[in-house]
């Protein structure tokens, strides 16, 4: 949850906003965004939405029920406005991909919402805010564009306010691989690329603010083409940003893993080696029914070359099980490639229909026992290689980026460059800072380790 900012010098009164966040990081750094848009307005962020004056709902399409979820919250939302005196002005608001794809549905169905706001236009909040204390019900159009929305972000009435040294920072919006199961092209629109000149300012002035780490966002960022070069130059760039140590991107498709981008894994010490890598099967039937345009053959090959230029990478991928005509012959080619691959974190989930996508309407569609025994087995599988992983790393002596206090007095918590959160002693000054930590234990969820001596050895990150 985006964490309140500071009361501004001379700004109006301040009225509380309560933003929920589902899904994507994508929606996360959305999120950030509403809250920097309607801080001139003297919202300010609350962790509650008891008494809050606007609650934003900003929604996931991707999942299966992600709808009913949202009507789940709403009826919520609808019975605290009605019973408790200090939230009986709430405003309540719905942004994001399910607002995109059922706008005119929610607000049929939910009168207790006010308005509906899509993802590419929620740089209008401030104008839709002012328009809905006048006149109730108003849906703001919902059309695609990004452009219009990030130059309205880049101004200083917008200006980004973060906590942490860890920061999200969009590069790329919308998809145009059309797989057969996604939502994203509906909701996202098509690619959009950032100009590279607004997203190194904004990363300066996020290292201003004390940002040690950016992870790019793009729901198929290694299509980015907003300079010459695409991602593999716009890291290089980044790499460039005076306080800005790490680097990191997600999500990759395999079509778009161009050699440049390969190399840069091997050639910028700031990118992080942890590649999210979604390949979805290992079945080259269901993969041509997906529509991924990549057999299982080339993403092995592509793996291959990628830990050819970083031998130690660390790699995370997606997976859907009982995907539409997918046989007990198809379910055993995923797990003989997750097998081959060896994936330090995975993804994985049952294939749900999704409302307006080609899969949703396909014949043989698999039974939920056995998507769910399926899907038992890969997490055992996958879940077995992540302790393997995890376990590699005991005994040596990495750089932990620090980003919090620990739930115990003393700890601090931190992330390796493998993107592992891990735990240790010391003190509240290490966060936001890089310092090298000795790998003592693995856990179910973490690791754990001890501060190294000032003149330890790093091992290569």
């Known amino acids: 949850?985006?964490?309140a900012p500071e009361p501004q010098a001379g700004s109006a009164p301040e009225k509380r906003l309560f933003i929920k966040t589902y899904g994507c990081q994508m929606n996360v750094y959305d999120s950030e965004r509403m809250a920097d848009v309607l801080r001139p307005l003297g919202y300010?962020?609350?962790?509650s939405p008891e008494g809050a004056d606007l609650v934003v709902l900003n929604t996931c399409h991707i999942r299966e029920k992600a709808a009913e979820k949202v009507y789940s919250e709403i009826g919520r939302l609808k019975e605290l406005r009605a019973e408790d005196p200090a939230s009986a002005g709430m405003t309540i608001a719905v942004a994001g991909c399910v607002a995109q794809a059922e706008g005119q549905e929610l607000m049929n169905r939910a009168p207790a919402v006010d308005f509906v706001i899509g993802p590419q236009a929620f740089h209008k909040l401030p104008e839709l805010v002012a328009r809905n204390s006048r006149v109730r019900g108003e849906r703001l159009s919902a059309e695609f564009a990004a452009e219009e929305k990030f130059d309205a972000l880049a101004g200083p009435a917008a200006a980004r306010k973060v906590a942490g040294p860890a920061a999200f920072l969009t590069v790329q919006e919308g998809c145009d691989k059309f797989c057969t199961f996604c939502v994203v092209p509906y909701t996202r629109g098509a690619e959009f690329s950032r100009p590279a000149e607004a997203i190194l300012a904004e990363a300066r002035a996020l290292a201003e603010q004390g940002v040690r780490e950016v992870t790019l966002l793009g729901q198929n960022?290694?299509?980015?083409?907003?300079?010459?070069?695409?991602?593999?130059?716009?890291?290089?760039?980044?790499?460039?940003?005076p306080g800005l140590d790490r680097i990191r991107y997600t999500t990759s498709h395999p079509r778009d893993m161009d050699a440049a981008l390969i190399a840069a894994h091997g050639e910028i010490e700031a990118l992080m080696p942890y590649l999210h890598l979604p390949v979805q099967s290992g079945s080259d039937r269901v993969l041509k029914a997906m529509n991924r345009a990549h057999t299982a053959e080339r993403y092995l090959r592509l793996v291959e070359r990628i830990r050819g230029a970083r031998p130690d990478i660390a790699l995370s991928g997606d997976f859907i099980v009982?995907?539409?005509?997918?046989?007990?012959?198809?379910?055993d080619a995923t797990l003989e490639l997750v097998r081959q691959v060896r994936y330090a974190s995975a993804f994985s989930f049952k294939y749900s229909r999704r409302p307006g996508?080609?899969?949703?309407?396909?014949?043989?569609?698999?039974?939920?026992?056995?998507k769910a025994e399926r899907l038992a087995r890969l997490q055992a599988l996958l879940e077995e290689q992540r302790q393997s992983f995890n376990a590699a790393v005991v005994g040596?002596?990495?750089?932990?980026l620090f980003e919090r206090k620990g739930r115990y007095a003393g700890q601090v918590v931190g992330r390796?460059?493998?993107l592992q959160g891990i735990f240790t002693e010391g003190p509240d000054t290490l966060i936001g800072q890089i310092a090298a930590v000795e790998i003592t234990a693995t856990g179910p969820n973490s690791l754990s380790g001890r501060l190294a001596a000032a003149d330890a050895a790093l091992e290569p990150a």
């Open 322 to 331: 009982g995907f539409p005509g997918e046989t007990d012959a198809d379910f």
């Open 1 to 3: 949850m985006t964490a």
């Open 44 to 47: 300010g962020v609350v962790d």
């Open 416 to 418: 390796t460059p493998y």
């Open 221 to 241: 960022v290694n299509a980015y083409d907003g300079a010459p070069g695409g991602l593999a130059a716009l890291v290089r760039a980044l790499a460039a940003v």
């Open 357 to 370: 996508t080609p899969a949703a309407v396909m014949a043989d569609q698999v039974e939920e026992t056995v």
């Open 396 to 400: 040596r002596t990495l750089p932990v």
